[in-house]
């Protein structure tokens, strides 16, 4: 037999082949991002660029940049078949040119596109797209990334500082806006966040973004870190640098949504490419955005390589998904005839539920230790359940329900909390339905809603004792914690995204001293086992007291099986003497913390740190609006 000659061309390793094509169009190239956007490569012994971008609908697409004065007939793409995938080689181009596609509609228009794969931008107001490299990022966290892999979020403490990275802290009296570069930033925040005892930094949306009014939550730049701090080289540092002295971070991720802006997603190549077509099902009426289409699965592919990204490709160590509950619902935030039923007539995303499912297995299945958290703000349920048990796999759920109803507990005046004392109780009935994360987050601090401070009964004085109990019964609850920036000094100015939190306030003695205390509390909850290593058993949580609706008394135990914290609480305004509480096991308890010892702006002396046990009871004097954590 006789081969016949092939005529079929080599694909070279950068460039996009059937393979890609097919893996792509089923949904599973989870590493497209490598073969997608603009790569530095060698061809026919020439340096230059290859530009690849996904316009199935387009009648023709070429590259602009600065390579080649933006002249849209010089540089022309070639389609790829089956998906519509346009590329091209542009010797010319080099690491640094700002570029676009301008994408020829088949409404006849031309469209002018940053690409949806770049890892770099133009700083806005632009909104180019950059080339760069980043195949030669310099990482030096090799034992973190091992550890990593050995890590189990359920076990250990967590305790997240969210952090909004441009108003965290500021350069003052420069011209421009005072920015901390990532470089900077690394160092500040390291030093920081070590003094003050948290686990991990949660990084505000990063991903690029044209508006600073959005947080970061409207994105066009998936693939690039925002290059208001610096460049994919600088954001590496950063990273590298929180990995060494051995703090974790965990980014907000943004699948739900995009903007409309020009540049960005929306009616990519003149039609709706990465949304629903029908508005019912690709807009949010309340916030002005697109949704995604994750019935496609190159919309799917998209946003699960993209997750992959960050974490394989930048070192990041989990995800914070936003705004899950919008994902979840297909009426969410819509009215009647707003919305399209499923296949089954009613309002559940089977799409959303399917990508979440195959998300979160095959990130978690590559990257053991990655930590994915659901903002799931509903009674879903499962959401923390294994896929083939049904559930999303997500690895943490914010616990909505524990924060709402315990600030509403505080927010009330105490002569009225003994009708809300079940408020703090209730938490416990369901929360073993899921692994729950408590969270204090920038979504409570602002638009009128006041800070965590600030939502404390009463006034000023009295507010601070107040939020130092409702922080140890945090602490003490089970579940992983994250708390807001400014949460930690008191900060009674809502937080805004144009100005740096009001590191000021600690010059006054209250502040600083409830600065002092909440780095008092991070420690001990890092060095005490009992307080989170059973945080998902019911072995690991006992009441021992939720019956004291009058006097506004709680107790209860947590253990991890060797050592024991029993934790009493006096939410009331009034001293309670001569407490009594059972304890059937022990000859005396240790004071570990108390919130009203005069280190934290108490009135107490603790120099006596033992109290006795008789006849299997303790009685304890309770000042007004106290904690304290005794050790067995």
């Not at 694909?11 to 603009?38: S, T, W």
């Amino acid at each position: 037999m006789v081969k016949k000659n092939s005529t079929k061309t080599k694909v070279q390793p950068y460039e996009i082949g059937e393979l890609d094509h097919y893996l792509f169009g089923q949904g599973n190239h989870y590493e497209i991002y490598k073969k997608m956007g603009a790569h530095e490569v060698t061809k026919n012994g020439k340096r230059g660029v290859y530009f690849a971008v996904w316009a199935p609908h387009a009648v023709n697409v070429s590259v602009i940049g600065e390579f080649n004065d933006w002249d849209e007939t010089k540089d022309k793409m070639k389609r790829g078949e089956p998906l519509g995938i346009y590329t091209c080689f542009v010797p010319e181009a080099k690491k640094g040119d700002l570029y676009k596609f301008c994408i020829e509609t088949q409404a006849g228009e031309k469209i002018y596109k940053a690409d949806p794969f770049a890892n770099y931008a133009e700083l806005r107001p632009g909104t180019a797209s950059r080339i760069t490299d980043i195949s030669n990022l310099n990482w030096s966290d090799s034992k973190w990334m091992a550890a990593r892999e050995k890590w189990d979020n359920k076990e250990e403490p967590v305790s997240i500082y969210e952090v909004h990275m441009g108003s965290w802290m500021r350069h003052p009296g420069r011209e421009d806006e005072g920015f901390y570069t990532y470089r900077e930033f690394a160092e500040a925040i390291t030093k920081y966040v070590k003094e003050m005892g948290y686990t991990h930094v949660e990084l505000m949306g990063i991903a690029e973004h044209p508006f600073d009014g959005s947080w970061g939550y409207q994105v066009t730049g998936y693939f690039a870190p925002t290059s208001r701090y610096g460049t994919p080289e600088d954001f590496a540092y950063f990273i590298n640098y929180l990995h060494r002295h051995k703090i974790g971070v965990i980014l907000d991720w943004v699948p739900a949504h995009f903007p409309k802006d020009a540049h960005g997603l929306a009616n990519f190549d003149g039609t709706a490419v990465y949304e629903h077509e029908d508005p019912r099902q690709g807009e949010h009426p309340d916030w002005g955005t697109k949704i995604y289409n994750y019935g496609r699965p190159e919309v799917k592919n998209f946003l699960i390589a993209n997750a992959l990204y960050w974490i394989e490709e930048c070192h990041v160590d989990g995800l914070r998904v936003d705004a899950v509950a919008s994902m979840l619902y297909l009426d969410y935030g819509k009215k009647d005839g707003e919305w399209v039923a499923n296949k089954y007539g009613d309002n559940k995303n089977l799409e959303a539920i399917e990508f979440f499912k195959h998300l979160n297995t095959i990130v978690k299945k590559r990257n053991p230790g990655i930590v994915m958290i659901a903002e799931e703000s509903t009674a879903w349920p499962k959401v923390t359940d294994k896929a083939e048990y049904g559930g999303l796999d997500f690895s943490l759920k914010w616990n909505m329900g524990w924060m709402n109803d315990t600030l509403d507990y505080f927010r009330t005046a105490p002569e009225y909390r003994s009708r809300d004392y079940h408020k703090l109780t209730f938490s416990m009935m369901y929360y073993y339905n899921d692994d729950f994360l408590l969270p204090l987050s920038h979504d409570e601090v602002v638009h009128g809603k006041a800070t965590i401070a600030q939502k404390m009964y009463g006034e000023y004085e009295e507010k601070f004792p107040q939020a130092r109990a409702f922080y140890m019964y945090m602490y003490a609850h089970p579940g992983k914690k994250l708390n807001f920036m400014g949460n930690e000094i008191g900060q009674l100015r809502e937080w805004d995204e144009k100005r740096e939190q009001d590191w000021d306030i600690l010059k006054y003695p209250i502040h600083d001293t409830f600065h002092h205390f909440m780095q008092e509390l991070n420690h001990l909850y890092l060095t005490t086992p009992a307080l989170s290593a059973k945080d998902y058993e019911d072995a690991g949580f006992q009441w021992l007291d939720c019956h004291q609706e009058e006097r506004c008394i709680y107790a209860f135990e947590r253990t991890d099986g060797k050592d024991r914290i029993i934790a009493v609480f006096n939410f009331s305004n009034e001293d309670q003497k001569g407490y009594e509480l059972a304890i059937t096991d022990a000859k005396e308890l240790e004071v570990i913390l108390a919130n009203d010892d005069v280190a934290f702006g108490g009135s107490k002396k603790y120099t006596e740190k033992k109290v006795k046990v008789t006849k299997g009871k303790v009685v304890l004097d309770l000042s007004a609006y106290s904690a304290v954590y005794f050790g067995i």
